[in-house]
């Protein structure tokens, strides 16, 4: 007898499917070390070895049971929202403070943040609005939970298409009378590109437009990559976001996977901003029941670890100094790519950083058949073939656009 699912997924096709093509390389790599894995989105030692933060490891060490063992506040306790709006928000957490209502709750990684507010903003068949160019799980978050997704171009010659955003976003509001859309910034997972200020204060204007016709906009502004920024302009960003006007709920989804390296321990939050109390009460109370039926409660160990390490200051020194290096190893790559595209005429969508770049080819699955030949891994998406910055050395990038060259070299069209 066949026993289905009542919600079910059709079968994964290669285009998109990282974790597939990602097990794939590593079972190749484990016969061969020479082996090129371009698809890992965690930070990877030119060694090969994953880049671990020591002063984590030293924290691990020094939990005791009650830090480990028992369970965790629902939404993370009052240390950890503390201290998340301060990592978060840095220098402009008090003004935020200030001038608007906040909440928090933690949950496990950004994914499950993203879950959650898809989930409690956004009904079956109502629609969710990303770019063209996005990390897959967005689309799979929406279809898990029936919502419909449009997209728009998210370059138009090189720029955010805010034309783009606009016209999409205007066909949903006409139809749903809301708007709910998801931005990852800086460092955009799959092409490494962030804003500019001046394109989150168009946004900011169109918005403000909605605001007059009177229509509630949900603006999920996914972080995960903050880190991999220069600390002060990383965050200024935010900064605008959160002045968005009162029809406008941000909800910043955090993820500790990057900024701490602590992916598979799976830590992150959800952070809802508005000028009213009530939407945030509302965002509280909603929260709270979530958490609690979708994972319990979260990771305590994560926790104990976050808490220590950005509450201590001899751990953060320590960690910040990590997160230096850790920053350093992934701009001289970015760096040498950026130099060798270049170089090679090789033709990207707009990079200015993070783990992931994206090469512009017409047909990125034969890309990807002709590098797995030469066992050189990438992701082909829809509009490109993803490579992970983070995890390859810089020798194996410079194999890998070597090779990407000869292949222009053959079929470029
Ligand atoms: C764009 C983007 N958002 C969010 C996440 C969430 O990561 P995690 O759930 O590990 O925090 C990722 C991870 O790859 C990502 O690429």
Redesign the pocket.
Known sequence: MLIKAVRTFEKDQTKGDITKISNIAKERKMSNPRVVDGTI?ALYNDDGHFFAFKSIDNVIDKLQDIDKYPYAPINGGAIYQTQVLQWVFGPFLARVVAEKHLAVCAT???????SIALYHYLDINETLLIPDL??P??EHLAKEFGINVSTYHLFRDDCFNIEGFIEAADAIVKKEGKLVTII?NPN???TGFSMTYEDLYQLGDYFKRLEEENIPVVFIY?V??IDYWDYQNGRKGLNIVCDYGKNVLTLV??????SFGI?GM???ALIAINQEEKVIEDFRTWSTVACRTRWGTPNRIALSIFNQIVTNKEDRDEFMSELKKAQELLFNRSDFFIRKVKEYNIPIYPYQGG??AIIKVQDSLHLYEYLKDLDIFGVPFDSGFRLALSSMSIKDIDKTLIAIRQYFEIYRM
């Open positions: 989105g496990p990684g950004g994914t499950g943040a993203l996005n990390w799980v967005y990852n955009h997972n799959p996914d995960a990559y989804t955090f993820s500790a996977s990057k992916y799976r830590l992150g783990f992931f």
